[in-house]
């Protein structure tokens, strides 16, 4: 493999771990908008979600921020293209990332002395919403070839490139996969009638998800014809049904209440899912105007953002396991009970 | 308003408002192992509860410097679209590299907030130690990436295009050392100087108790060793400037002239059209010393450089001043302290503690400053003798939306959070103890760390 394909994948790589984690912590919000007023089970909710995340979501939103470096660091000319070719729903996702981080640690209860202020809890729930969603709808501006770069510059318009069917239907899908990954990952974590609530919404979102994928892929047919003819490919062909048989075995276990099970194949699905959108996207980070060849920097700063892999890996590997064993590694619902409250958990503290 | 100006506007805003986040996040989780180090060796609860306190701090500020930062990450490219596709393959390795740091940062940060039930005290306190260290090589590379616009190594361009590069040589560009060291320190002494003026406000108020005199020891100890390492910095950074950047110096200090024995100007406004400064207290040869250790050397006045490319003198000038200024008031304050703390002083006189409630605000205010002659020194240029700023600027029309978007969703952010930090100030300590019920005589004071909800 060539020093740009490396680095692309890293890339993709990096996309995909936002996708599972960030994701589902936007998808949170949405789950935060979508609570259960009339059941009196609300407040159970956002402490799930809110409990779900706290931890854990400032951590996985580095993965974008690693994503947008890499790209800058390793394809400058892409990343130069999409700001000014994306201006405005590149702005519009800045929104919903500063609205959503900032009114998450206001409303946060455990942070907040001074109790919850509604208008930041409606900040929460639209910034979840709109993040994804203009996320969604560049990811699919850039595969449907709507961008256009003549001579080094971009000649397409403020609005057409990202507001047309294929890229809204790509936005309202990776809306609908965030949701789903964020009702799959809470049966994880709850118990009792909450967890049955999040299993039905889980079921809800997979539906809604399945239907939302066929309409993309049908648009793609027609808006994205290069686009589609790769992804249904004899290469990619696997792979989208490998997504596929994952997306229904995570149904079938959030159905039948494997709830380990289904968090594994729904991640997977979405694995799958984007390593096929970033092989049918190949070798093109723009389509049709810059491949990654066209846009890469010179091979002095590909191969030192690949040799920082080797020491940031050593740390960072380790310190995510150590993250996520410590606050995902057991129903911390089902933890607090057996260990019999707060009062308990507190020797921890005072042991040593 | 024109393109250019609104971008510059946006990101001077953007920067402005994430540098006071970006400091206090390196700066609060130093003071919150110290307290909690301090807790872990002396058993002495008001420790535990200044920990307890301003993890509580620094898990909203962090969160805003972090998505403060994403924005910034984007407006790269966003309002400089021509910039990064040079800069982007040259000066990214110092991103990459931060990207791990700031990874690690997030990481720590989560178990540090949410972990004072789940790990164990020294471990708990290991990751606040963690957390504390990347913060600052955080921002120590961010720095260099920095220091490599107003020094640009590394790389050779043809017409446009960048035709080779060494990105480890751009990393460690010669501004690389200076740089960083002085904005280190700046980000501890704002951050010491800036908890400080809260407990010194509350000191006012009558609150004397161990935990108010806690914090303030604590805080000034890491003040005023930054503080008095400060100037030492500074003189580097000068010397530094006046030899590889005379433009910035000059305007720093409105030499108009090339002259020998040049002056220190103290304040005063420097007038474009006449080329002179009025009102300033001139100290002769004081400059000369201190660019160049040496009260008879030569220095570079702007009239051996084009009209166009002189930075905005005005602003780098008094905004030089300032730093200046307050970095010594802050030494100031903060030996009058420790003078009245050897002595015993007890209570602190009055006059002490406003001039310390004063040195909160005041500290940031130096950190701006400081930034602004760092950044509106190096104009026009955006790559300094590469690339002209406006240049670089978007093609991309509607940035003057942009930049009210951005001010108004800032206004109300900061709005909010001084609301929430004035709640979390003002709010008892007691209750706040999370933990060891019979240490501190009962059972039911227990409480749970962020992500604990008892609804």
């Not at chain 1, 910034?127 to 961008?147: E, F």
């Not at chain 2, 001043?321 to 007890?346: C, K, N, P, S, T």
Request: with cysteine.
């Amino acid at each position: 493999m060539r020093l740009e394909e490396l680095v692309a994948g890293v890339a993709l790589l990096a996309l995909i771990a936002y996708a599972l984690l960030g994701g589902a912590d936007f998808g949170g919000g949405v789950w935060d908008l979508l609570v259960p007023t009339a059941s009196g089970r609300a407040e159970e909710h956002r402490v799930a979600i809110t409990r779900a995340m706290g931890p854990v979501w400032e951590a996985n939103h580095v993965w974008l921020i690693f994503v947008i470096v890499l790209l800058f660091t390793g394809f400058p000319a892409a990343y130069t293209a999409l700001s000014v070719a994306l201006f405005v729903p590149l702005h519009l996702a800045l929104l919903g990332i500063v609205l959503r981080g900032a009114a998450f640690v206001f409303r946060s209860p455990g942070a907040l002395v001074a109790g919850r202020s509604p208008l930041w809890m409606h900040a929460f729930r639209a910034a979840s919403i709109l993040t994804p969603l203009v996320l969604g709808m560049c990811l699919g501006a850039i595969s449907a070839g709507r961008i256009r770069v003549a001579s080094g510059r971009v000649v397409s318009d403020l609005w057409r490139p990202w507001l047309a069917p294929f890229p809204v239907a790509v936005g309202v899908l990776a809306l609908a996969v965030s949701a789903y990954l964020a009702a799959v990952y809470l049966t994880v974590e709850t118990e009792g009638t909450v967890q049955e609530d999040f299993r039905r919404r889980a079921l809800g979102a997979g539906a809604v998800t399945a239907v939302v994928a066929g309409v993309t892929l049908a648009l793609a047919l027609v808006a994205a014809p290069r686009f589609w003819g790769s992804f249904t490919g004899p290469l990619d062909t696997p792979i989208v049904l490998g997504a596929v048989v994952l997306a229904t075995l995570s149904a079938w276990a959030v159905y039948h209440r494997r709830y380990h099970l289904a968090r594994v194949a729904a991640a997977g699905e979405v694995v799958l899912l984007l390593l096929g959108w970033g092989l049918a996207q190949y070798p093109y980070l723009i389509y049709p105007h810059l491949t990654l060849w066209q846009a890469a920097s010179l091979p002095p700063t590909l191969r030192f953002i690949l040799w920082t892999l080797v020491p940031g890996g050593l740390l960072l590997v380790p310190s995510l396991w150590f993250l996520f064993t410590v606050f995902k590694g057991r129903n911390p619902t089902a933890e607090r009970a057996e260990r019999g409250g707060p009062e308990a958990a507190g020797e921890t503290y005072e042991a040593a | 308003m024109d393109s250019l100006t609104a971008a510059r506007a946006q990101m001077a805003f953007s920067l402005g408002f994430h540098i006071i986040f970006a400091a206090l996040g390196i700066g609060l989780p130093l003071l919150m192992v110290i307290a909690e180090g301090l807790w872990l060796r002396t058993r002495r609860p008001e420790y535990l509860a200044l920990a307890r306190k301003w993890s509580k701090a620094t898990a909203v500020l962090f969160a805003i410097g972090a998505v403060s930062g994403t924005v910034l990450s984007f407006e790269l490219g966003l309002l400089w679209p021509h910039f990064m596709e040079i800069a982007g393959g040259v000066f990214g390795a110092a991103f990459a590299l931060e990207g791990y740091a700031f990874f690690l940062e997030a990481i720590f940060l989560g178990l540090y907030l949410y972990g004072w039930e789940r790990l164990r005290p020294r471990v708990h306190w290991l990751c606040g130690v963690a957390v504390a260290i990347a913060g600052a090589i955080s921002g120590i590379l961010v720095l260099s990436a920095n220091a490599w616009m107003q020094q640009p190594v590394g790389f050779a361009m043809q017409g446009d295009r960048v035709v080779s590069v060494d990105p480890v040589r751009a990393l460690f560009n010669p501004a690389w050392a200076v740089m960083t060291t002085h904005s280190t320190l700046s980000v501890y002494i704002a951050s010491a100087f800036g908890v400080a003026a809260v407990y010194a406000w509350g000191y006012l108020r009558g609150r004397r108790d161990a935990y108010q005199r806690a914090a303030l020891r604590t805080a000034l100890v890491i003040g005023a060793v930054a503080a008095l390492l400060q100037p030492i910095s500074g003189d580097f950074n000068a010397r530094f400037v006046s030899r590889f950047q005379p433009t910035k110096l000059a305007a720093m200090e409105a030499q108009f002239r090339t002259q020998r024995r040049a002056p220190l100007r103290i304040g005063g406004w420097p007038d474009l059209r006449t080329g002179r400064v009025y009102y300033a207290i001139e100290i002769p040869g004081g400059l000369s010393f201190l660019a160049y250790h040496d009260p008879n050397a030569v220095v570079q006045g702007l009239e051996e450089f084009p009209r166009d490319l002189w930075p905005p003198v005005p602003i780098v000038h008094v905004a030089f001043q300032l730093m200046v200024g307050i970095g010594l008031y802050l030494v100031v304050v903060a030996a009058l302290y420790w003078i009245m703390a050897w002595r015993r002083v007890d209570p602190l006189p009055r006059w002490l503690l406003r001039l310390l409630v004063a040195a909160g605000p005041l500290a940031f205010l130096a950190v701006q400053a400081g930034w602004t002659v760092t950044e509106v020194g190096r104009q026009p240029w955006i790559i300094r003798d590469v690339l002209l700023t406006r240049e670089a600027v978007t093609p991309v029309p509607g940035v003057q939306v942009t930049l009210g978007g951005v001010l108004a969703v800032y206004a109300a952010l900061s709005a909010t959070l001084t609301w929430f930090l004035l709640r979390l100030v003002r709010s008892p300590q007691v209750p706040e103890f999370p933990i060891a019920p019979k240490a501190f005589g009962g059972g039911d004071r227990a409480e749970a760390g962020p992500c604990d909800l008892k609804s």
